[in-house]
């Protein structure tokens, strides 16, 4: 599940769970856990077709480095 978030000036896409690392978006890898390999290559095809669409900014939430660009409460984006 990912989330798209419509901002005054971007969209933002949270990618939940089906990215865990950059790599993973950057090079199309499934992990070994996942139970359906086609699905999730489908679900990727489908978000990079939004994220293009849309031209929007993606973060990766289990990359610390990303996930620490998104502001902490009280503190919020617009």
């Known amino acids: 599940m ?3 978030i ?3 000036n971007e969209t933002i ?3 939940g769970d089906l ?3 950059n790599e993973q978006r950057q090079f199309k890898r499934v992990p070994k856990f996942n139970t359906d390999v086609q ?3 489908k679900s990727m095809e489908k978000f990079e077709k939004l994220v293009n669409q849309k031209k929007a900014k993606v ?3 289990h990359e610390r480095t990303q996930y ?3 502001p902490v409460y009280p503190n919020y984006l617009e």
């Open 59 to 61: 973060i990766i939430q």
């Open 19 to 21: 990215y865990h690392f």
């Open 13 to 15: 896409f949270l990618s």
């Open 2 to 4: 990912c989330l798209q």
């Open 68 to 70: 620490a660009q998104l």
């Open 6 to 8: 419509e901002l005054k």
């Open 39 to 41: 699905m999730t290559l």
